[in-house]
Structure formats: structure tokens, C-alpha cells
């Protein structure tokens, strides 16, 4: 069978397994992934072992050891593995849910209520253990879930999909709602891409260069993220400890994720008194700074920042600093460079805070708060599955309830269109 | 300058509007509407002259009657444009509605707010009026759209998208916010789907080719609606007066729309009785059946149905007929055969009223009402822009609120995560 066939013969799996699915309660959903977090645990030797597999191939290939920490499955990650199924447990059930009804002039009732998606394709890189926190998101909102994870991690990922599958037929659920690639091969991923038939919804996790791969491939809607370029922007009437406090978490507290810090704005009546001391504070924690010319000023040694540096995702101890005349430079440039993805303003004056909040187009615009908060956990949609940066159907992190869809439902007696 | 650097421009002014678009209010953007209502009376002497050079090219080339039909602009279709922009005025502003807000155990306070998509890509066949239909909806939305209507309509559409234009520089709004393609240069088409950085969706309306073509060459996310391949399930617990009425509805009312019936279904031990009756009234109006072997039974002069009957949207008076042995054969068929755009059954039980709103994977479902109600205005949206029948962003009729998304707005008190 050629990977056409077995990704043609999987989708059709998954598109039959999901009409079951959709019409699931919760309590089924439920078990199934308590299941499958005891089957986690009780196999925890198993699956260490299938680990250790890709693990040797990955030292063999000389992986950076960044990339071997993602890799590995041991009893902690295994365990955050268990919490995480058990979090979704916890979450309410989105499908059912009616989000409005009401009654038309002629009588008609018309409601909406919310549905899954169907068929969701995730494709994905490296850590193994987001083979089960996707297949749980997937299965709690009803959808059948064909998986394509990292080629580095594909023994921890079979073993994995082996468990679920267990739990699935222990449950009496259709096993090809969980569904893992089995294979490799590149072709896969290609084939995925052009199943529109089958598939309804494409969500790629991982560097840009598999983003835009898989857009320019898909034939299918896709739900993704490019990158964040966030900006802070530290206003004139900002308190400069609450800006201190917000600008260093927003860049040094992780700063390899896509809601850091990448450029930091400061409005030049507040730079002379905050930007020297911020500036010591950040290159203690070893962040080198591009600084624009009007920061050059204050701090002589700093790199001079590039046209290239602005658009930047650095996800690194690097920071772009400018120094705008006005919040309109602020708001213009975040226009310019900014990737939709997180903008934060540090102020105490009530206007500029609301102008902020409103004219920034970004999928997670703060006052007075770090850009570290745009994580679905973090803003209380439970789990996330992903940040979407394009405005399709959903803008920002994606919980369970972006994981589905809504219909319309209409009670008649006997109506007719004249 | 080649078409593609035009597109390349017309977007980057879409974009550049779209800033100004997205923070106006509602009183800016219903002058607006109520200006373009105006000029549109004023000038109609001007817009049939323009309209005449598309009449009269159409005739040399021997276009359809229909195809006339939808292509003329006279008194009547110029007053119905006019209302039609009357009505969006009275319809309510969908930006910066705030759908929820919550405090979380932090103190933060997270909410969620309406905006506009950003630049929409209308394209469309035909129609002059759909010019301005669509640019009323996305002008209320917030939205900058770039307009490309039919070859055969250009004259037409390049005079109504000048008083568009008119209409916004007279009550001060960008004029790139409505932008018709000048051109009838099919590149043109292909050039607006490859501009991912400036246009944030397409919207195709137009026949199944059109949306494919649109569909494969996008590398922008696509609103689409293939067809409409619509049943009604007549059960054996309908009211047979009722049955009657909605199938005739449904079928006969306007055939050539896509939430007309295409194929009814009907319940083995209703058959004897409900069907010789119901055919006989389908030909009585012109209504050419398919029938299935079992249907042929009782109508032994029909066509037979043939496998491509089952998933054909014949937009005229023809109908595939059915008997089925049970319910669970309907909702199979169903899932086989329709488009997942609109259903119906028709029945007195409770339970089975009950299972098919929730079992029916389709964009409307309805109950012992007729399929033609799958409207944006019919089911209370108000205008609509069309049906989607993919299940990304928005599934079935799209509205004001569907031209829109939602971003979060994150009040803190110097929040910085631990």
C-alpha cells in the first residue's frame, strides 16, 4: 500500500469514526480519557523503552541537547502527560452547548448549538508527549484526530498511539478517532494536505518553515500561528516599577516562547529615568539589546538595531528597544511590524489604555500586564491546543470550544416560504 | 503596470484602510451607507447607460436569457440595491460588541470583543447588484473589500464601485475601503489569491467551478459554498398535509437556489399514501422525478434514478425520490450523498424530531419546516453575504457578525506570570 492509499484509508477511518463521535455525551468522552491516563501509567516501562529508541537515533544524529530534552519521556513527563488528560477531564463538554435561540416573526424557533469540527489533521515537531495532549483536546470536543509528530520522536509516538487506541476499544470508542502516522516518510504529510474530502481542518504546530509549508500545500482550511512578535510599549505616564516588573517577565521568563517580549517601546519623557536602570536589569540576565539611535544615547555599548532586527522573532535573550516620540509612533509602528499575535501597554492614564486596547489588531492586547498571560490556561479556556495569528474562525489561543463549530437548529410547524 | 503590481497595490490600500475602518463608529459608517443610497437614485440615468454597454455586449455574444435577466439594471434593481443598503443601515454594528468577560483567580480580567476581519476578497459572476450588497455588508462590518464581479457585468460594476467611492470621500472614509477590480483580465483573480500579507479572506459566490478554481489557487483562507445538495425526510409519523406542503415548498417555490430540495426521502410505510398524491402535484408543476426501485413501484412511468442522481444539485425542477425501510437509512443516505448545507424532516414523534436536529451533520436542520428557510435573512442574521458549507469560522448563512472575529482584551494591575 503506498502512503496515498494508507492516509486515504485512515481519513476515511477517521470521517467514520467522527459521526460516532459527534454524537458522544460526556461521560463517554470522560472515561475514555481517564482510561488512557491509567493506561499511561501502567505502562510506563514500555513506553520509556520505545523512548529510549529515539533517543539513541537522536544521539547517533548529534541532536542539540535542547532537542534531546524535547525528545525525552521520563516518569515526570509521563506524569504531566496523566495531569494533562486529567485537566481535560475536568473541563466542561462543549458540543451541545446552544449558544442562542430565538423566535421568528412567522413562529420559526431558530437556535444555534455547537457541533465538533470533524476531521482534524495535527501536524507537529519533536516533544512526543503532544501526541496525547492533542488526541484528549480532540476527543473531549468530539473530533476524530489523525496525528503526523516529529520523525525524531516516531517510536514514542506509535507507542503512545497504541495506548490510546486500547483505551478507545476498552471504551468502546471507534479507534480511528485517534489516529498516529505510523510512518517517516515526507509523503505523508503531502498526502494529509490534499485529503479535503475527509479532513475539514488542518493545525500545524511548530517552526515557520512547516507553517508556510503546509499553507502553501494544504487544500484544506488551516488553523496556524507564524510567530509573535511582541511588542510592549511603555507609555509616558507608565509607574516604572510596574513597567520594570512587566517588560522583564515579558522578555526573561521563557524567553523561547511566542508570547516574549521581542520589542520594547518606551516613550521618550519616561526613557531618560526608566530605560538605564531597565536596561542594567536585562543585560544582568544576560539579554543583549538592539538598541534604535535615540537609545543609542543613553546606552552607548548596546548593538544598533537593523531594519531586520524590528520584525524579529528573536525567541532568545535578545531585545529590540525604541524610543517613539508620541503613542502614535508606538501604535504605528506595531502596525508595521508586529505579527498579531500579543501587544501589552504599561499606563496609568485612562485614555491611552483604552486606545490601546481597541486600535492595536492583535489577537491578545494587554494594559497593564505581561504578554507571557496569552496562553488559553492563562486567560481560563483550560487547555490550549494552539495559538491561531490568522482571524479565521478563531483569533488567539484555541481551547476546546475552538475545536468546534455551530449549527442552526430550526423547530417549525409546518412552515412554508411563501 | 502589469495587473499583478495593481492587485499588489489595491491591497496595500485595502490594508491602509482597514486600519481607518476598523476603530469607526457606527453613525461614520450608516452616513456612508445612506450617502451611497442616495447617489445611487441620483444617478441611475448614468448607471443604466453604463449598464446598457454591458446589455448590449451580452446580446452580440448570445448570452441566456437568464444570464440577461441577472444582468440588467432598471429602475426596479436600482431601488432594490437602494433598500438594500436602507436595510444594512438598520441593522446593528457587530464591532466592538464584548462577548464575555471574566476575572480570573489572578485578578486579571480577560474579555472578548468583536472586530472586523480586516481585507476581504469578494469574487463573484454576474450580478452588478452583488457590488453593492457586498460592499454595504463589509463597509458595516468594519471591513475593506476588494470587489471582483463578473467580465460580462464590468461597465456596470466599474460605475456603481465609482459612486461608492464618491459616497465615501463625501462623508470622509478612505476610499480604498471599496475597491472594484477594473479590470475583466482573469490574471486579476489569480494575482488576489496569492496576496496572503494584505488580504485576510475570500469570499467566492458563484458556481461550483468558480469556487474550486478560487479554493485550489488560494493561499488565503476561503469562505466557500459548493452546493446545496438538500433533502427532505418525510417519516412515518408525518402529518401528510404538512409533508405535502413543505416537500412542494421546498422543491417548487424557487428550484434554482441552493437551499431548494434535491432529493426526498420518504418512510416505506408512508409511501402508499403520501406519495402517488405528491407526485402527481410535483408534475402538475413541471417536476421531472428520479425515482428509486422501490419508488418505481408506485410510479411506474418515472425515470429510474441512477447513481449520479443521489449527489447531483439539480437547480431546476427535478427530484430524486427515495423510499427508505427506516429512519436509519435516511440519516445513512444522508451522510452519503448530501453537502452538509441544509435538511429537513417532517414528523409528528418527539424522538425522532429529536435525533435528526442533533444527528444531521448539515449547516441548517430543521424540523417540519421547508429547506428554503437556510437564509441569512429568513433565520433572523439579517442581510447575509452567503452560506458557508465548510465548518471553519462560521457554518451555514454568514451575516454581519460572521465579517467579523474576536480578539481578547486583558485588563491587569501590573500582572507578571510566576
Redesign the interface.
Known amino acids: 500500500m503506498s502512503v496515498e492509499e494508507m492516509l486515504k484509508k485512515m481519513a476515511e477511518g477517521a470521517r467514520h469514526a467522527s459521526?460516532f463521535m459527534?454524537?458522544l455525551g460526556r461521560r463517554e468522552k470522560d472515561q475514555a480519557l481517564l482510561r488512557m491516563s491509567a493506561l499511561l501509567l501502567e505502562k510506563e516501562d514500555l513506553i520509556k523503552k520505545e523512548n529510549e529508541k529515539d533517543l539513541l537515533k537522536a544521539r547517533d544524529l548529534g541532536l542539540s541537547s535542547a532537542m534531546m530534552d524535547r525528545l525525552i519521556l521520563d516518569s515526570n513527563t509521563i506524569r504531566s502527560m496523566v495531569d494533562g488528560l486529567q485537566e481535560v477531564v475536568s473541563l466542561p463538554d462543549p458540543v451541545?452547548r446552544v449558544t442562542g435561540m430565538?423566535k421568528?416573526p412567522n413562529g420559526?424557533r431558530?437556535g444555534r448549538?455547537r457541533?465538533p469540527?470533524?476531521v482534524i489533521g495535527f501536524i507537529y515537531e519533536s516533544r512526543p508527549n503532544v501526541t496525547v495532549d492533542a488526541a484528549a483536546l480532540c476527543l473531549k470536543s468530539g473530533n476524530a484526530v489523525i496525528l503526523k509528530g516529529g520523525a525524531e520522536a516516531i517510536h514514542s509516538n506509535i507507542i503512545l498511539g497504541r495506548f490510546l487506541d486500547e483505551a478507545l476499544e476498552e471504551t468502546g470508542l471507534p479507534h480511528e478517532a485517534i489516529q498516529v502516522i505510523p510512518t517517516t516518510d515526507r509523503q505523508a504529510v503531502q498526502a494529509l494536505l490534499h485529503l479535503?474530502d475527509d479532513v475539514?481542518?488542518i493545525i500545524p504546530r511548530g517552526g515557520e518553515s512547516l507553517i508556510r509549508f503546509v499553507?502553501?500545500q494544504s487544500?484544506i482550511?488551516?488553523?496556524k500561528h507564524y510567530k509573535g512578535v511582541c511588542h510592549v510599549y511603555v507609555d509616558e505616564f507608565a509607574?516604572k516599577?510596574?513597567a520594570t516588573?512587566?517588560c522583564?517577565?515579558?522578555k526573561v521568563?521563557r524567553p523561547g516562547v511566542c508570547n516574549a517580549m521581542e520589542t520594547m517601546l518606551v516613550h521618550e519623557s519616561i526613557a531618560p529615568d526608566f530605560l538605564p536602570p531597565m536596561i542594567q536589569r536585562f543585560r544582568e540576565s544576560g539579554v543583549e539589546i538592539r538598541a534604535c539611535t535615540k537609545t543609542l544615547a543613553f546606552i552607548r555599548d548596546a548593538r544598533p538595531a537593523i531594519e531586520e532586527d524590528w520584525p524579529a522573532e528573536f525567541l532568545d535573550l535578545i531585545l529590540a528597544v525604541k524610543i517613539v516620540s508620541h503613542m502614535d509612533e508606538a501604535l504605528d509602528h506595531i502596525?508595521r511590524y508586529g505579527s498579531k499575535h500579543t501587544e501589552a501597554i504599561v499606563t496609568r492614564d485612562y485614555e491611552r489604555a483604552q486606545r490601546f486596547?481597541?486600535?492595536v489588531?492583535?489577537?491578545?492586547?494587554?494594559?497593564?500586564?505581561?504578554t507571557?498571560?496569552?496562553d488559553g490556561n492563562?486567560?481560563?479556556l483550560g487547555a490550549e491546543i494552539g495559538i491561531n495569528t490568522?482571524?479565521?474562525?478563531?483569533?488567539?489561543?484555541m481551547g476546546l470550544e475552538e475545536l468546534t463549530?455551530?449549527?442552526?437548529?430550526?423547530?417549525?410547524?409546518?412552515?412554508?416560504?411563501p
Open positions: 459521526r459527534r454524537n451541545g430565538w421568528r420559526l431558530v448549538i457541533i469540527l470533524g479535503e475539514d481542518v499553507t502553501e487544500r482550511p488551516v488553523l509607574d516599577e510596574v516588573e512587566i522583564y517577565n515579558a521568563q502596525e486596547l481597541h486600535e489588531d492583535s489577537s491578545v492586547v494587554l494594559v497593564n500586564a505581561s507571557r498571560f496569552n492563562q486567560l481560563g490568522s482571524k479565521l474562525h478563531a483569533f488567539g489561543p463549530t455551530q449549527k442552526f437548529i430550526v423547530y417549525g410547524e409546518g412552515h412554508t416560504r
